[in-house]
């Protein structure tokens, strides 16, 4: 059956392929962006769009940042948090990986704890923060302890996925050439195959546990969170800020140094 032919002088008039924006027009749309973002949170301030004195100044914050700075909290403030921060984050990553393997490997595992995840699964970390404090007081350990839960769930349900959907095919061409035992299999096959999607809930987890730890240090764990609370404290939202966009920017160095470790790991990957 041939192609229905064009209606002479109704030629269709086709688009054509959007091509991409060069680096220096990316970089002046981005710069706009930010100017516009700046111009409309400073006249949110001026003309008080959310309250008279609830709005922080802008064009302030580079003071406030010398003064967190010259004040020695900011340095300190961002060391204590990195504390608990890399506690948390590995203890909970390498147990949710280690169990959530342990579940998509094994259907005795699976079916023995899966009502205890149904169970425990839907309980935010901040629930824990009660118990947290009554096992380890207000200290680093609370604080990982709260982080830790928070990441072990999104590592789980994200290695249990990968483990899962580990194409068939490579286990039978493991038994083909030998490597059909359990732990040699788990090495040589199902680990390699389902590393994409454990980095990728890995990377996931590395932006949740800075969600956990700063509501963990809103109650006293010292910390970044702690010193925002403490600023809010005597109206001092300029330097609410300034510790807002440290987080920021330490999760940008963290997530940029886990991209190039991921790469790195599966550089073997097409």
């Not at 072990?152 to 035992?181: C, I, K, M, S």
């Not at 969600?211 to 970044?224: F, H, N, S, W």
Request: glycine share 10%.
């Amino acid at each position: 059956m041939g192609t229905l032919a064009e209606p002479r002088g109704h030629a269709v008039r086709r688009s054509a392929p959007l091509r991409p924006l060069r680096l220096p027009r990316r970089a002046l749309l981005g710069l706009a962006g930010v100017l516009a973002f700046v111009a409309l949170w400073k006249l949110s301030h001026d003309y008080a769009w959310t309250g008279a004195g609830t709005m922080p100044d802008p064009f302030k914050l580079p003071r406030a940042l010398w003064d967190e700075w010259t004040s020695g909290r900011l340095l300190p403030a961002i060391g204590s948090s990195l504390i608990h921060y890399v506690w948390g984050l590995g203890i909970g990553a390498v147990l949710g990986m280690a169990v959530g393997f342990a579940a998509a490997a094994n259907d005795t595992f699976e079916a023995a704890h899966a009502y205890i995840a149904r169970l425990l699964r839907p309980i935010p970390p901040l629930a824990w923060v009660v118990f947290a404090i009554a096992w380890f007081q207000v200290s680093h350990a609370g604080a990982a302890f709260v982080i830790a839960i928070g990441v072990f769930w999104v590592n789980y349900f994200a290695t249990h996925a990968a483990v899962r959907g580990v194409d068939p095919r490579y286990y039978e061409l493991a038994r083909v050439f030998g490597q059909g035992g359990a732990v040699r299999r788990s090495v040589t096959v199902t680990l390699p195959a389902a590393a994409p999607g454990m980095l990728s809930g890995f990377r996931t987890g590395v932006g949740q546990a800075w969600m956990a730890l700063i509501a963990a240090e809103l109650l006293g764990v010292p910390g970044m969170g702690q010193e925002m609370n403490s600023a809010a404290g005597v109206g001092a939202y300029e330097a609410v800020v300034i510790y807002m966009f440290a987080i920021s920017a330490v999760y940008a160095i963290c997530d940029f140094a886990f991209v190039r470790l991921e790469n790195w790991i599966l550089q073997w990957r097409p």
